[in-house]
């Protein structure tokens, strides 16, 4: 596929099991239908109500930094029609996919049915405070850019658990993807590559989260 070959193997991105589930997963099945003839361009789209998909590139790199396991759960943050769950269910345990708006949880729990994913679930809860019922998690996603990071999501990582996603220090600043890791009580940070991922409503704030 020549998304996989031009946005993905040429971003740094050598996680194997990673790019073969890249190769599979059909990328148009969670676009509007006026959006399937672009939907492997290499940027985010949004597929209405102010949800994304991530671009290709920003996904694969947040996905290969967070190390997923085998044996992970994994908390998948305004996931929208489901393309993010979907891709981290073919590399964990299980993945809760959590959205806001019952029409892309609707559809996104569709789109599990369609290609059979019975490792994932999708459900509507408010997106800063995520779902606590299956906390802790290994891994938690947030697909969209972010001013601010709850200290309730912080709080639903495992030990030695990873949250990635795109932080704006500044409104109109440039983007970053960033790893956050919780060893025991302390969370530390690292910058991991520039990134232009739109921001999500959610999590726009003048005050961002300081350790």
């Known amino acids: 596929m020549n998304m996989v070959k031009s946005q993905i193997l040429a971003n740094k991105v050598t996680n194997q099991d ?10 148009e099945l969670f676009v509007p239908k006026a959006m399937k003839e672009i ?23 947040l996905l290969q930094a967070a190390l997923p396991k085998s044996n992970d759960v994994v908390l998948d943050i305004a996931c929208g029609t489901g393309y993010s769950t979907v891709i981290i269910s073919q590399l964990v345990s299980f993945v809760i996919g959590v959205d806001d708006m019952q029409g892309m949880v609707d559809a996104g729990n569709f789109n599990l049915q369609t290609l059979n994913i ?13 779902c606590a019922k299956q906390a802790p998690y290994d891994i938690i996603i947030i697909d969209g850019g972010v001013e601010t990071i709850s200290q309730s999501l912080l709080d639903k990582l495992s030990d030695k658990g990873r949250l990635v996603t795109v932080e704006y220090d500044l409104p109109n600043g440039p ?12 969370i530390g940070r690292r910058v991991l590559f520039n990134a232009n991922t739109p921001l999500l409503s959610n999590f726009r704030t003048k005050t961002r989260f300081v350790f």
């Open 175 to 186: 983007g970053i993807a960033v790893l956050y890791e919780k060893v025991k009580s302390h």
């Open 118 to 130: 019975d490792n994932a679930l999708i459900i509507n809860v408010p997106l800063t405070l995520g």
């Open 18 to 27: 990673l790019i073969n589930v890249f190769h599979t997963i059909p990328r």
């Open 39 to 61: 939907a492997y361009v290499d940027k985010a789209l949004e597929i209405g109500d102010g949800r994304y998909i991530l671009e290709p590139m920003v996904l694969a790199r």
